[in-house]
T-cell receptor
Framework: AQSVSQHNHHVILSEAASLELGCNYSYGGTVNLFWYVQYPGQHLQLLLKYFSGDPLVKGIKGFEAEFIKSKFSFNLRKPSVQWSDTAEYFCAVTASGSARQLTFGSGTQLTVLP | GAGVSQTPSNKVTEKGKYVELRCDPISGHTALYWYRQSLGQGPEFLIYFQGTGAADDSGLPNDRFFAVRPEGSVSTLKIQRTERGDSAVYLC?????????????????FGPGTRLTVL
């Protein structure tokens, strides 16, 4: 079974700072990788996803993530955060075969100070 | 509809009572998922439907939990003899169940959740 680790539970940044949120997964096979975001009072929304091909994927709102297979990592990055990026961020993985359920990390709460 | 909808948004019940939580998926999505999110945790998988049948119910914690999707659209999660430990946000997601040769390219879209509180 797969598992996902997000080592940063709470990150506090000032506006315009650069962001990198760590995500490591444990699974021996081929995976699909996702980052979801949950803004205050809103439901989970897809930020970006990786299925295959270019390991650097770009998502909405200037976010990107890089899949490094050798490190089992899929870290989320943004060069300059905004106050509106304050939210909880979840990394998730699913095996790309027949299994379809997402396995989520425990989430990282990002607070951006104006 | 435009997105996944879930009702009710909040449910407060007493220990030992029976509850039903409803999910309306995105129109045309054949796959439907239930997850449970406890405070401070990521969502945890409960059950997955492909059409009307439960393709994987390995995440259901015990036999007090049951889900149905009789017509392949709306789904109901049913919890019998609720316990305080069942308190959580119950999330529903749907997807078009896309696949390509050799794997899935499926993306799940989540509803707003039902916050269940068992007193």
């Amino acid at each position: 079974a797969q598992s996902v680790s997000q080592h940063n539970h709470h990150v506090i940044l000032s506006e315009a700072a650069s962001l990198e949120l760590g995500c490591n997964y444990s699974y021996g096979g081929t995976v699909n990788l996702f980052w979801y975001v949950q803004y205050p009072g809103q439901h989970l929304q897809l930020l970006l996803k990786y299925f295959s091909g270019d390991p650097l994927v770009k998502g909405i709102k200037g976010f990107e993530a890089e899949f490094i297979k050798s490190k089992f990592s899929f870290n989320l990055r943004k060069p300059s955060v905004q106050w509106s990026d304050t939210a909880e961020y979840f990394c998730a993985v699913t095996a790309s075969g027949s299994a379809r359920q997402l396995t989520f990390g425990s989430g990282t709460q990002l607070t951006v100070l104006p | 509809g435009a997105g996944v909808s879930q009702t009710p948004s909040n449910k407060v019940t007493e220990k030992g009572k029976y509850v039903e939580l409803r999910c309306d998926p995105i129109s045309g999505h054949t796959a439907l998922y239930w997850y449970r999110q406890s405070l401070g945790q990521g969502p945890e998988f409960l059950i997955y439907f492909q059409g009307t049948g439960a393709a994987d119910d390995s995440g259901l914690p015990n036999d007090r939990f049951f889900a149905v999707r009789p017509e392949g659209s709306v789904s109901t999660l049913k919890i019998q003899r609720t316990e305080r430990g069942d308190s959580a946000v119950y999330l529903c997601a749907s997807s078009p169940a896309l696949t390509i040769a050799g794997g899935s390219t499926d993306t799940q879209y989540f509803g707003p959740g039902t916050r269940l509180t068992v007193l």
